[in-house]
């Protein structure tokens, strides 16, 4: 679920009938100043960040006046909270509370409903009052009645704020909304002092004024390799690429030696968290846990292993899902296989690629492993998760690398003659460098059927070339490996990744 | 027996003529699923691998007669629509097999399921096979792997991950025991039949002997598993792994359901609860086989 700011959370309360205390948000410490000389008197600054401890760890503090204020915001904006990067403090106007209150929504997993909770002993520490905490259990097609909301209350205003509660959650698709404290000031006002409001990540495509960043649960800022990462998925609903990066874990390390940072490529949600888990038994530190599911284009996946590439001081590379895939397991490593060529990394690389065509796949890998400077080797589904870990770890631990350098020689500038547009990228023949045979290798070697020879025997499409964009293209890669095959580079496939250097 | 689906149930395809759904509907029809026809909007009249296709479920159902179970291939953002239409056409029986469903969507839908006594597998899900029966989804991929990768037999198989589930059952029939139903509920927060409930048709199917369960960190269906061996309602032996033993609280790993939140969820919490009521923990998934082996020997021998 992609958590919104406290700030917009409550903007949305305020547009709701839900009164919040006067205030604005400020990206840099000038304006955080204006702000405070606005609204007047006592002013509290609150960092915007997404953390439960966002008090204790200093993230909300008082001012006198609009120059103390700036002076805090200026303190605050890109300081880091328990990890996550301050970008913007809300001022408000502080307020005087004479009692706190707890709402808030939620779905009921187990009950499969959605449900509104009150407690009247709201404010931090909510957590250990979870007894305090009422819950009413209602139906996500009918509104609750007052009459069941003041029961769950016992009061009318808060009754009338809950319902404005559900009505939200279901304007914005909430996952969870906590309004907390929900406070009652001594000049009698009832307001949302603070709010959290997190949307179900797959309903992002309904909800585009939202302006969700990155539609994923990270725990943490998103890192710049996670937004180029989301930018890449969010609006290519052809199976799933998940990226998150892992910080480095200093705490948690029981092995004596300091456990080695990897780069993990996982495929399939469940395969992925078992081979997590077997890497971290072997004594390896996934810098990333990377997903790529569903049957997605070698163009999404070839991305992935770019970016997974581009991640600091990775010691090797381990791709390993379910072991038994339904998905031919060849496309997969065509995908790896291209961005290991052109980057060339001097890690070692173990791929597990049980399943559908893991021969092929296993018989490519080892074809194309010579070409590169470490080691890169390919397991098939009678190999397990844990078995190809330990082997990661001995090839990283024997410092094993080919005497050929890791320095990428210098290309020849590939001349295209023909080139046509694919949903996210560009293919390119050099007509020139093709014979009758590897032509017709090329044609052939297209599942999608989309290439005929032309009159003068030639690759070329046999569609139109918008259609070949929007799709009819499926950015497979048979094309560029046929044609790798046969010892040529005839064939450039080109899929830009946005703010990858 | 089995469960959920066998040779002889009448399935139809809610979105037959898209691009998955023709694709997927050859492979359940290969490998043996008796699929009658299948629908999509406007499209009626129309023929796919020599099956009617019809604009509505409640045509097809007043054309071929009592439907047993629908699979829909449509797009998320229209399984709800698909889901509904199906229920009240009278359809006991729905698997969702697209992933990214909106939460609400899915509430609603199960709203709707339990006003009018229906069931549904999914959304997320790879699918239900009973092997050398039927299949519903995609698990197993081409049918004549299919044939090769899964046997009948004892084990009844229920996981929250697709890739899992037909590893799960391919290693069980390398092992030369076999499986009766391998069930993928979905990885979603919220979903259908939950594994508390595929346990309880478990018990009750006399060729189920031994029930393996894939669970992973998140939700509480694990826990509600362990419930149930408790109270003596689940008497068969349950062997589980669950996943995401490393994994940080608060991060999602891929499927929507499996996040630990508020400290619930954790896989230490399953795994005491688990044990507890005496079902099987294995660590390691590559142990499943091993232990699942021993259990049906040792099952065998005092039979």
């Known amino acids: 679920m992609a958590q919104l700011h406290e700030y917009r959370a409550k903007r949305i309360l305020a547009g709701n009938g839900i009164e919040i205390p006067a205030g604005e948000a400020a990206f840099d410490a000038v304006k955080a100043g204006e702000i405070a000389r606005r609204l007047g008197g006592e002013i509290v600054v609150k960092a915007q960040i997404h953390s439960t401890s966002r008090a204790a760890a200093g993230g909300v503090r008082f001012a006198e006046t609009p120059v103390e204020a700036e002076k805090i915001a200026s303190e605050m904006l890109g300081q880091e909270f328990a990890g996550n990067l301050c970008e913007a403090v809300l001022i408000d106007e502080k307020v005087e509370i004479?009692?706190?209150?707890?709402?808030?929504?939620?779905?009921?997993?187990?009950?499969?409903?959605?449900?509104?909770?009150?407690?009247?002993?709201?404010?931090?520490?909510?957590?250990?009052?979870?007894?305090?905490?009422?819950?009413?259990?209602?139906?996500?097609?009918?509104?609750?009645?007052?009459?069941?909301?003041?029961?769950?209350?016992?009061?009318?205003?808060?009754?009338?704020?809950?319902?404005?509660?559900?009505?939200?959650?279901k304007k914005t698709d909430a996952r969870t909304i906590e309004i907390n404290p929900l406070a009652l000031l001594k000049d009698g006002r009832l307001i949302a002092l603070d709010c959290r409001l997190s949307v179900d990540d797959y309903a992002e495509y309904r909800q585009k004024e939202l302006g969700i960043e990155i539609a994923r649960e990270l725990g943490h800022t998103p890192t710049r390799l996670e937004k180029i990462a989301w930018e890449i998925e969010k609006d290519d609903f052809r199976g799933t690429f998940f990226f998150v990066e892992i910080p480095d874990d200093k705490?948690?390390?029981?092995?004596?030696?300091?456990?080695?940072?990897?780069?993990?490529?996982g495929a399939g949600g469940g395969g992925s968290m078992a081979s997590l888990?077997?890497?971290?038994?072997?004594?390896?530190?996934?810098?990333?846990?990377?997903?790529?599911?569903?049957n997605p284009p070698a163009s999404k996946v070839y991305r992935a292993a770019r970016i997974i590439l581009s991640i600091p001081g990775i010691r090797g590379y381990f791709l390993s899902g379910s072991g038994v895939a339904s998905q031919e397991q060849f496309g997969l490593a065509r995908a790896v296989l291209k961005a290991f060529l052109e980057i060339r990394p001097n890690i070692p690389a173990v791929l597990r690629l049980g399943g559908n065509g893991e021969d092929i796949a296993r018989e490519m890998v080892e074809r194309y492993a010579e070409y590169l400077p470490a080691p890169i080797e390919a397991y098939r589904k009678t190999d397990t998760a844990d078995f190809c870990a330990a082997r990661l770890r001995e090839l990283i631990e024997n410092g094993y690398c080919r005497a050929q350098s890791g320095v990428k020689t210098a290309e020849k500038a590939f001349e295209s003659d023909y080139t046509f547009r694919t949903r996210t990228g560009t293919v390119s023949f050099n007509h020139k460098a093709l014979n009758d045979f590897s032509a017709a290798k090329i044609v052939d070697a297209c599942p999608a059927g989309i290439l005929k020879l032309d009159a003068n025997r030639k690759p070329v499409l046999a569609v139109e070339a918008a259609e070949a964009e929007r799709g009819k293209c499926t950015e497979c890669l048979a094309c560029e490996f046929a044609c790798l095959e046969l010892g040529l580079k005839a064939v450039k496939i080109d899929f830009p990744i946005d703010g990858l250097a | 027996m089995s469960i959920l689906i066998d040779e002889n149930k009448k399935v139809i395809v809610q979105g037959i003529t898209g691009r998955e759904g023709s694709v997927r509907a050859k492979l359940m029809l290969d490998y043996g699923t008796h699929i009658v026809g299948g629908c999509t909007p406007g499209r009626g009249g129309q023929e796919v691998h020599g099956l009617p296709v019809f604009d509505t479920v409640r045509e097809s159902v007043d054309q071929l007669g009592k439907i047993d179970v629908s699979v829909i291939f449509v797009p998320?953002?229209?399984?709800k629509a698909a889901a509904i239409e199906a229920f009240e056409a009278g359809i006991p029986l729905v698997a969702l097999i697209a992933d990214r469903v909106p939460l609400f969507d899915v509430l609603e839908i199960c709203e709707v399921a339990d006003e009018l006594g229906a069931k549904f597998v999914g959304p997320n899900t790879v699918g239900v096979m009973s092997p050398e029966k039927a299949v519903l989804g995609m698990m197993g991929g081409r049918a004549e792997t299919a044939r090769e990768w899964f046997h009948r037999g004892p084990v009844g198989i229920m996981s929250r991950s697709g890739g899992l589930s037909a590893s799960t059952g391919y290693y069980i029939c390398r092992t030369g025991i076999g499986i009766s139903t391998i069930c993928h509920v979905g990885g979603d927060a919220v979903i259908g039949l939950t594994f508390p409930e595929i346990a309880g048709l478990f018990e009750d199917d006399a060729e189920t002997e031994t029930i393996v369960m894939i669970g992973e960190i998140g939700g509480t269906q694990e826990e509600q598993v362990a419930d149930l061996i408790e109270a003596g309602r689940i008497t068969k032996p349950v062997v589980a792994y669950i996943g995401g033993k490393s994994a940080r609280a608060g991060t999602r790993y891929s499927h929507a359901g499996a996040i630990?939140?508020?400290?619930?969820?954790?896989?230490?919490?399953?795994?005491?609860?688990?044990?507890?009521?005496?079902?099987?923990?294995?660590?390691?998934?590559?142990?499943?086989?091993?232990?699942?082996?021993?259990?049906?020997?040792?099952?065998?021998?005092?039979?």
Do not use: M
């Open chain 1, 251 to 265: 705490t948690g390390v029981r092995d004596p030696q300091p456990a080695i940072r990897i780069g993990f490529h």
């Open chain 1, 277 to 294: 888990d077997a890497a971290q038994r072997n004594n390896l530190a996934p810098a990333c846990y990377v997903d790529t599911s569903g």
């Open chain 2, 260 to 303: 630990i939140e508020g400290g619930k969820g954790t896989w230490q919490g399953k795994v005491d609860r688990l044990r507890e009521v005496g079902a099987v923990i294995v660590d390691q998934f590559g142990d499943i086989f091993k232990t699942v082996q021993e259990i049906s020997g040792a099952r065998r021998s005092v039979v």
């Open chain 2, 76 to 79: 998320a953002p229209r399984v």
């Open chain 1, 98 to 169: 004479v009692r706190e209150f707890y709402v808030g929504f939620t779905v009921d997993t187990a009950l499969k409903r959605p449900a509104l909770l009150f407690s009247d002993a709201g404010g931090s520490g909510i957590e250990d009052r979870a007894g305090s905490l009422k819950k009413l259990v209602c139906s996500i097609r009918r509104e609750p009645t007052t009459a069941e909301l003041e029961s769950l209350c016992g009061d009318g205003r808060i009754a009338a704020i809950l319902k404005q509660l559900y009505r939200v959650a």
